[in-house]
């Protein structure tokens, strides 16, 4: 049973462009979210996370969007640059426990020139 | 500053040898990780330690897998004997344990297993 799903598994986007990745979770326990990237041959790198007291966190290009209410969270990317070419994975976590994160299965981003 | 290293990057063994991989934690980090990456399974959490002490292990698959953190700065994860669904790439990640929780995980580049 995959408690944190990325539906979509990969996602092709024009540079410059916005990209938008989603994730959806089934545990309402989770109160920490994550997106992690991933270029081939290396480990993923931390990307941003939220926190489920708020709706939205920025940094520079990427924004994570949280609604709880419907258990899903996304990010976006804008705008679109040829290095953004990645496996991005969703993860969620209960903060209490941070340590454990469970991770969705990647969406694999492609920005074309 | 060096990142979380493990050893060796590609390991191909036959089935039924035993396999250990290795892996030196971020200087400072008290928290450590197992990860196996699969493209039915995604990335999915075998095993983690703080202070080297193993917290969860109920990621591991059987009994042929076992871990150890004998000290602050060194890990291994061994599977006796492997089999060919073993095969994946295992990512070691550390991080800093608080009371409230763990700061960011830092992943290494993997070890990509083959078991023929």
Redesign the interface.
């Known amino acids: 049973d995959q408690q944190v799903k990325q539906n979509s598994p990969s996602l092709s986007v024009q540079e410059g462009r916005i990209s938008i990745l989603n994730c959806d979770y089934t545990n309402s326990m989770f109160d920490?979210f994550l997106w992690?990237k991933k270029y081939p041959?290396?480990?993923?790198?931390?990307l941003i996370?939220i926190s489920s007291i708020k709706d939205k966190n920025e940094d520079g290009r990427f924004t994570v969007f949280l609604n709880k209410s419907a258990k899903h969270l996304s990010l976006h990317i804008v705008p679109s640059q040829p290095g953004d070419s990645a496996v991005y994975?969703c993860a969620a976590?209960l903060?209490?426990?941070?340590?454990?994160?469970?991770?969705?299965?990647?969406t694999r981003l492609s920005i074309r020139p | 500053d060096a990142g979380?290293i493990q050893s060796p990057r590609h390991e191909v063994t036959e089935m039924g040898q035993e396999v250990t991989l290795r892996c030196k934690p971020i200087s400072g980090h008290n928290?450590l990780?197992w990860y196996r990456q699969t493209m039915m399974r995604?990335?999915?959490?075998l095993i983690?330690f703080?202070n080297n002490v193993p917290?969860?292990d109920s990621g591991m698959p059987e009994d042929r897998f076992s871990a150890k953190m004998p000290n602050a700065s060194f890990s291994t994860l061994k599977i006796q004997p492997s089999e060919p669904r073993d095969s994946a790439v295992y990512?070691c990640?550390s991080?800093y344990?608080r009371d409230?929780?763990?700061d960011?995980?830092?992943?290494?580049?993997?070890t990509r297993l083959t078991v023929l």
């Open positions: 920490y992690y041959a290396e480990g993923p790198t931390f996370s994975f976590s903060y209490s426990s941070a340590s454990k994160i469970i991770f969705g299965s990647g | 979380v928290s990780f995604g990335l999915e959490l983690y703080n917290i969860d990512f990640a991080s344990y409230r929780g763990s960011t995980q830092y992943f290494g580049p993997g």
